[in-house]
């Protein structure tokens, strides 16, 4: 069986994972884009984990359409949600404007950028926004915190911050990965990576993972008409015990008893590396280069 963001495929339905995968938006390096600081105009072999934050990102923006209906206008008055992710200064969460809001990090464009301080990144993109954004530190989540985000009455998307393992991913998060990835209405994906590059983790199939790698160069995207090569890169596979231990996961929160209830049934896996107290104390750092990816060109 294949499992892909939470819908099952049997191998051999072909079509049913076509259809799928045409409702899947992923990202790539883009070139020819308006210049960054730097005078960069392409994003390669530095953006690779921009990108694939970008297709964690999306499918939170897709349940969130879903759930508001109409009153997601009152979030993003736009036409088209793709319009959120242009290559343009503009666009929240395109590119351009990711790499502005990472130099308050110190993070200049054409920098490698890890996936753990994307997050605190994607958060303060959503909090302009008024979308509530929890950010669990090495898997561990609070209920206080958890709590005052809900009260907004929005859904809430909650990341966690993971290393399943040293320095190489560890076998025995498999089945709690899997399981992760199986969650239909909760899973948004996982950026991960291999060897220094950053990929778009979004099922599995036996013992293998499923990603989109954004790692080929496109034209950059910044009208409706483009949007088509969002849909083009191909599903790829990869063994497990290939995949680096730091991670990012993204989860749709409707509720406190769908959060409350996570860590639970992931415990179903074996070995859970997330879990749920009802504060924390606020940690003096956060966000420490150690235990990230080396940066390597890709």
Not at 67 to 72: E, K, P, Q
Not at 100 to 105: C, F, I, N, T
Not at 163 to 177: I, Q, R, S, V
Not at 207 to 221: A, Q, T
Request: proline share 6%.
């Amino acid at each position: 069986m294949t499992v892909i963001l939470g819908t099952t495929i049997i191998i051999s339905d072909t079509e049913k994972q076509r259809k799928l995968l045409e409702t899947i938006p992923r990202f790539t390096y883009h070139k020819n884009f308006a210049p960054l600081q730097g005078g960069f105009t392409t994003d390669k072999n530095w953006g690779c984990c921009i990108r694939s934050a970008q297709g964690l990102i999306m499918q939170f923006i897709t349940k969130l359409y879903k759930h508001l209906g109409d009153d997601i206008r009152n979030i993003f008055p736009t036409n088209s949600k793709y319009e959120l992710f242009y290559d343009l200064p503009h666009s929240p969460f395109g590119l351009p404007h990711i790499c502005a809001e990472l130099q308050s990090y110190g993070v200049m464009p054409g920098e490698w950028v890890k996936p753990s301080l994307l997050a605190p990144v994607i958060k303060e993109i959503m909090n302009f926004f008024r979308i509530p954004v929890v950010i669990a530190e090495h898997g561990c989540l609070s209920r206080e915190v958890l709590n005052e985000a809900l009260s907004h009455n929005i859904p809430v998307l909650l990341l966690f911050t993971l290393m399943l393992g040293y320095e190489n991913f560890e076998l025995k998060y498999l089945p709690f990965l899997k399981l992760t990835l199986s969650l239909i209405y909760q899973s948004v994906g996982v950026v991960g990576g291999q060897q220094g590059k950053a990929y778009f983790i979004v099922g599995h199939q036996k013992e293998k993972l499923l990603y989109f790698d954004p790692h080929d160069v496109n034209e950059s995207i910044t009208k409706i008409d483009q949007i088509n090569q969002l849909f083009k890169p191909p599903l790829k596979v990869m063994p497990a015990d290939t995949l680096s231990s730091s991670m990012l996961v993204g989860f749709f929160i409707t509720n406190l008893q769908d959060a409350e209830e996570l860590p639970m049934l992931l415990n179903q896996s074996g070995e859970c590396p997330i879990h749920i107290v009802d504060k924390i104390e606020e940690a003096k750092e956060t966000h420490t280069v150690e235990g990230d990816w080396d940066i390597v060109s890709t």
